[in-house]
């Protein structure tokens, strides 16, 4: 299973993944966590770039074209060998922070880098996207508590608002592949809902799993009684 979480700045996305990651390995799970941009000798160095304070005069098109080709090599080197596995891989962010940074932040065309995502990612899309979702004023004061401060956190506020106005698009949007929790609660109670959610999508591919396709007698079977149920109908008989 492929899980990404996202989120606006100081979210806390990247300080809960490893007590999810703990939390499941205890519960049986092979989990194998990562992060974007980064997670590979290339990604991390392209990380650099992009989130480099002197990189002032970077071009939205030349972010949101960095920010892909760290994508494609992670994609490819990690999160499908990993998949493939049968492991449970656990992103800190993934193609939907493109969507909302670089498309709504940067107000880009929307169409035009989702076409650059897909192209990236070879069209692989998660199976579970949690937003953690924070008042923008919030999420950058705890930032700047944290002395993490990027090029990427720079950005004016307008942008940030506009950035989490995007995620929630995007959550209403594709509402079965994503999960909404309220990061501005206490710490115990964010990671209390992460885990919730996660287990409960766990539980579900487990069930799916476990779902023997039909045979084709049980196929003919099934046939059978459609026929005879559109026959019914057609002749009023029901």
Excluded: C
Excluded at 25 to 46: A, Y
Excluded at 169 to 176: C, G, H, I, L, R
Excluded at 185 to 197: C, D
């Amino acid at each position: 299973m492929f899980i990404t979480l996202e989120g606006p700045e100081g979210s806390g996305k990247t300080s809960h993944i490893p007590y999810l990651v703990e939390y499941l390995r205890e519960k049986g799970h092979v989990v194998f966590p990562t992060r974007e941009p980064g997670g590979t000798s290339i990604g991390e160095q392209i990380r650099e770039v992009i989130h480099d304070l002197k990189n002032v005069e970077m071009h939205p098109r030349a972010e949101t074209l960095l920010y892909q080709a760290a994508r494609a090599q992670i994609v490819e080197q990690v999160i499908k060998p990993r998949l493939a596995d049968g492991e449970i891989v656990i992103s800190d962010r993934y193609y939907d922070s493109t969507i909302a940074y670089q498309g709504y932040g940067h107000q880009q065309d929307l169409e035009q880098v989702r076409g650059l995502v897909k192209y990236a990612t070879g069209g692989l899309v998660p199976d579970l996207t949690v937003l953690l979702d924070v008042d923008v004023e919030e999420g950058l004061r705890r930032k700047k508590k944290d002395d993490e401060w990027n090029r990427m956190d720079a950005y004016t506020v307008e942008f940030h608002q506009r950035v989490r106005a995007g995620y929630l698009e995007m959550v209403k949007a594709e509402p079965s592949r994503w999960a909404v929790v309220d990061a501005g609660q206490k710490w115990e109670s964010v990671q209390e809902g992460l885990r919730k959610v996660i287990v409960g999508r766990l539980k579900i591919d487990e069930i799916n799993r476990t779902l023997t396709p039909l045979d084709k007698q049980e196929k003919d079977e099934l046939r059978g009684i459609q026929r005879k149920s559109s026959k019914s109908l057609k002749n009023n008989e029901w």
